[in-house]
């Protein structure tokens, strides 16, 4: 959400954990959190021949490397909202289709269902099926100062719609989703009409949090927010029920055991188009997707190992992409990682390289996120080995027409840490009470120990560890304004690079 699921922890971090896919053969009731070996699974006693049509072990190998990026964002979106929607065991359900969960905290250490979980916002959770219908959200008048974003993700991943302070002001408002075949005029009463490319939808909303005691403040927006059917928002009939759908069981620590099965049951909510026919060609020639010709079982032992060396090469190019396909500002990697469909243009590579960034990620013009794994001089960031300062020259802060944050994650798991504070990040709210130095810089202290109780106001607790670190910039300015990291890599304001400061032992 650059928001917050995860339990993709073993297949977003860096290590991509998701290149050990060797175990894809087997079911989904089968997944288990244990590392898979490189040995395809065996399908039979005899070794089949392959089946009539099946591409050549080479093509086979190619069509799984380049499909296993096109559908790396459409299986991870697909198993959270499993998590959040379908499966009302998961310790991450949040709501049936259409029912709106307002959540009344920010994100912690607890909330492992999504990479680099945000905790400056409280989320209202939204997972819409317009097959039937269309479905109207209603927002309330929210007060000017506070900021709000209501995000539209298809099941494709891209964001095609903003509802909110940048994208439509703080005025009360409804607006209508559609699914892709929906074809009718903008009805009374609707101010804006968003259409979806699959049928099912995550309405992933942010209201800002000044501060502890404002919660019961977030509380009375978030009980404004609405969900409803067309039908009912004008008080019509109701348009026939549509099927119940078995879905395939998920959850994103299943992926990488899953991966193929996942993506398999998945496309059936991804209609074909100009857009991705030729992926989905491909994918059917392998046994994938509504069109597939054949199922893994029936293929020969050497046809699985080239799908298990495709996903390997595949997993290894979207690594290297996150890795190099950003700008590097201070050692910190900014990019425009995440936008609608044409902002991809079916690059599946960026597509693919967002969602491991930080699944749900905002637009840039929405929330730009700098993040790093490294200090200003390029050397690995872990809090076993170091203690670091990030110091914000006087009027230097980051330009933003809302707010901006600084949050630490675990370096492994790309999770909020526990710590005896219980800070996850430091944000612009809370700029009165920090401490300035004399010449009115501000300097952060990054670190697993308390730097002292005069610096504690400061002190941004840091694993003892690796160390992954997310700057957010919510409505970042135009990059028309004097300072402003728009556009992405060519702004006239960067992000200042983390120092070294001492070993943990010492005080600073």
Known sequence: MKMHVQSARTLLATTMAIALLSACGKSADQASDSAPTNAAPATAVTEPAAPAGAPTVEELQAIAEENFIYGLPIVMNYAVMYEFAVDKNSNQFKAPFNEIKNLTHVATPKDTAVVTPNSDTPYSILWLDLRAEPMVISVPEVEGNRYYAVQLIDGNTYNFGYIGTRATGNKAGSYLVVGPDWQGEKPAGIDQTFRSTTPFVFANFRTQLFDPDDM????????????????????????????????????????????????????????????????????????????????????????????????????????????????????????SWFGDQAHFNRDWLLRAASVQAGLFGNTAEEASYPITRVDGSGQTLDGSQHNYTLTFPAGQYPPVNAFWSVTMYDGKTQLLIENPINRYLINSPMLPDLKKNPDGSLTLYIQHASPGKDKESNWLPAPNGPIYMVMRLYWPKPATDKLSILPIGKGTWKPPGIEVAGPPSASN
């Open 216 to 335: 019961p403040n977030v509380e009375k927006v978030q009980a404004g927010y609405k969900a409803q059917p067309l039908s009912v928002f004008l008080g019509q009939p109701a348009p026939p029920a549509t099927p119940t759908i078995e879905f395939l069981p998920a959850s994103t620590p299943g992926i990488k055991d899953n991966y193929w099965q996942y993506l398999d049951a998945a496309l059936a909510f991804v209609p074909e188009s100009e857009n991705n026919r030729e992926s989905l060609a491909k994918l059917a020639r392998m046994g994938i997707g509504p069109a597939k010709t054949f199922d893994w079982k029936d293929l020969p032992q050497e046809y699985q190992q080239a799908i298990v060396k495709g996903t390997k090469a595949g997993a290894a190019k979207v690594t290297e992409f996150v890795a190099s396909g950003s700008h590097d500002l201070n050692g910190w990697q900014v990019g």
